[in-house]
């Protein structure tokens, strides 16, 4: 995403009841300082229906990460938009879609580097029919040409003091929380709107920039025209987005009712379609329907969703969530009812039990834990890929799906699946905790890894390695069981890889989901675990008995020493 140019239209087919089109050419274009280093800023810009989206990330030159952040930042904001929550106005969803990458942004330097080093700033422009929504945090800026005027709808969050406004008072991965500036406008036919960075604005001063967007410039044309004229001294990345709106678009209210929360649920009731057959039984807000002849399963938002906004606010995610993962093998198929009137979400059902059920009669063997561990971390790694974390990994959310040849699974109840890096205080199942969740940590890969963990070593065992936990208990995270005494078929290196999964220790555990797949697929290749506070016996058995030999050998060259001494005649 550094030196490029690029071109889009929206100009959708016409609709019946809509008197306009939405007719935007966008253009965009970034060069980088030096030939010889990529440019630190990213840009993309999307559009669909009568919606399109435009993103400039300008990644902050003194931190080691910033190109990172500006790529992840435009990545995010722009495919998370795409698929937002129908619920969530454009102000709510921008509000949403920065908090959370800001979060993981802070987070990962955090891990990575021990201090804020994914830093950027951000505009945003969304264009809805004949609106403008935007935001902005830092000094990249937003304008909008209209009738031979510009006028800046941004803010620049720089230090005021003299000779110090290059210097940033607000970026994107700098502190944990973060405070963006909203806009909204109604658009004109006509009006172009321009998102750039300040290698660009610092050069071409308000006057420049709105002569030649009265002329139409494209964002190649502009950002070329700032390079000839910088000077050496505030040469700098440049980008620039260029919104040519020729014709808004007229989208139609929406009169429809807000959806319902129903207060009870009945058998037999009829729901958007679905015949309500019975409750599952740990939940009265879950109910298996039929439709059309098949069955599904229809999740209803929690009743305190009626007076509470963000218990509301979280079932909206958790619907969005599921949805957007309806296309993995590793879920559940999940969709919205046609012309839903109820606030629910619709999953295929499968017949199958699950883990805890199958446990109750059996272990599992030493192939069929290898194949649900394979299993567990590729489908986190697959969430990884939105950002996200399971949350409550244990065996009452695996359904076991047993074929003649084979064992497969399924992962279930998407209600705990929170974003990377988010503090969740203790959500999720006390039991498979990763010791630090319960100091208020960061959910991450590793608290997963321990999960994942948990979850192997009670499939193998029937038990929990460290007894089991009660909610809002604090535990002490004492010796854990050996698990080759609880079931012998288990190999020492699969015990190994279960040790170094569940280590009280975050640093001595596995980091990323990949290291613990990569033993579970080469067990020649994994290395014993011993316990840190162990005897030196248990943490290197290999030295010890080497160190052993090598004592009883001096022994036995003092006591030959001491009868050569004594004049004893060896025979």
Not at 47 to 55: D, R
Not at 114 to 129: F, Q
Not at 525 to 537: E, I
Request: hydrophobic share 40%; with cysteine.
């Amino acid at each position: 995403m550094g030196r490029r140019g690029g071109r889009a239209h929206l100009n959708p087919a016409r609709r019946r009841g809509r008197t306009k089109d939405v007719k935007v050419n966008a253009t965009s274009f970034g060069c980088a300082r030096s030939e010889k280093e990529p440019s630190q800023d990213a840009f993309a810009v999307k559009a669909w229906g009568e919606t399109l989206i435009a993103v400039l990330a300008d990644g902050a030159g003194g931190a080691r990460a910033g190109r990172e952040a500006s790529v992840r930042i435009v990545e995010s904001l722009v495919n998370n938009y795409a698929v937002r929550p129908k619920s969530w106005s454009p102000p709510k969803a921008l509000v949403e879609f920065i908090r959370l990458v800001n979060q993981r942004l802070y987070q990962d330097s955090l891990i990575r580097y021990g201090s804020p080093e994914m830093i950027s700033t951000v505009s945003v422009a969304v264009i809805e029919g004949d609106k403008l929504y935007g935001l902005n945090v830092g000094d990249s800026r937003v304008y909008l040409s209209r009738a031979g005027n510009l006028r800046q709808l941004s803010n620049d969050h720089v230090r005021l003091e003299p000779g110090m406004r290059h210097v940033l008072d607000r970026a994107v991965g700098i502190a944990p929380e973060i405070e963006p500036h909203l806009f909204e406008i109604d658009l004109l036919d006509g009006d172009v709107a321009l998102l750039c960075s300040d290698g660009v604005s610092n050069v071409l001063d308000e006057e420049t920039l709105g002569a030649k967007l009265r002329a139409r410039w494209a964002a190649r044309a502009l950002v070329s025209s700032a390079r000839a004229k910088a000077t050496p001294e505030c040469l700098d990345d440049m980008s620039a987005v260029v919104l040519d709106i020729a014709q808004t678009g007229k989208l139609k209210s929406v009169s429809r009712l807000p959806l319902e929360i129903p207060a009870s649920l009945r058998k037999g009731e009829v729901v958007d379609g679905f015949t309500l057959i019975k409750p599952f039984q740990h939940s009265d807000r879950a109910w298996l329907a039929a439709h059309d002849g098949q069955r599904f399963v229809l999740k209803f938002a929690p009743l305190e969703a009626r007076e509470n906004d963000e218990v509301l606010n979280q079932f909206v995610k958790e619907t969005w969530n599921a949805t957007r993962l309806q296309a993995s093998e590793f879920f559940v198929k999940a969709f919205l009812p046609d012309n839903a009137t109820v606030r629910c979400y619709a999953m295929e059902f499968i017949e199958a039990p699950s883990l805890r059920m199958l446990l109750r009669s059996r272990p599992l063997a030493v192939d069929e834990a290898i194949a649900l561990g394979i299993f567990l971390l590729n489908a986190s790694q697959h969430l990884l890929r939105f950002d996200l974390v399971h949350g409550d990994l244990k065996p009452e959310n695996i359904l076991v799906l047993n074929s003649y040849a084979t064992i497969t699974f399924k992962l279930v109840d998407l209600g705990s699946t929170t974003e990377l890096f988010s503090v969740t205080s203790r959500a999720g199942t006390a039991s498979y905790l990763a010791p630090e969740r319960f100091r208020e940590a960061p959910v991450s890969e590793r608290t997963e890894v321990f999960a994942v963990g948990v979850t192997l070593f009670e499939a193998l065992t029937r038990s929990f390695p460290y007894g089991e936990i009660e909610r809002f208990q604090t535990p002490h995270f004492h010796e854990v069981k050996t698990v080759s005494r609880l079931n012998p078929n288990v190999p020492p290196w699969l015990e190994s890889v279960l040790l170094r999964a569940i280590s009280p220790d975050p640093e001595r555990r596995y980091q990323n989901y990949s290291e613990m797949l990569f033993d579970l697929g080469h067990p020649e290749r994994v290395q014993p675990f011993r316990p840190k506070n162990g005897s030196f016996l248990e943490r290197n058995p290999v030295a010890f008995y080497r160190a052993m030999c090598l004592l009883l050998l001096l022994v036995c060259l003092s006591l030959l020493a001491k009868l050569l001494a004594a004049g004893v005649k060896l025979p």
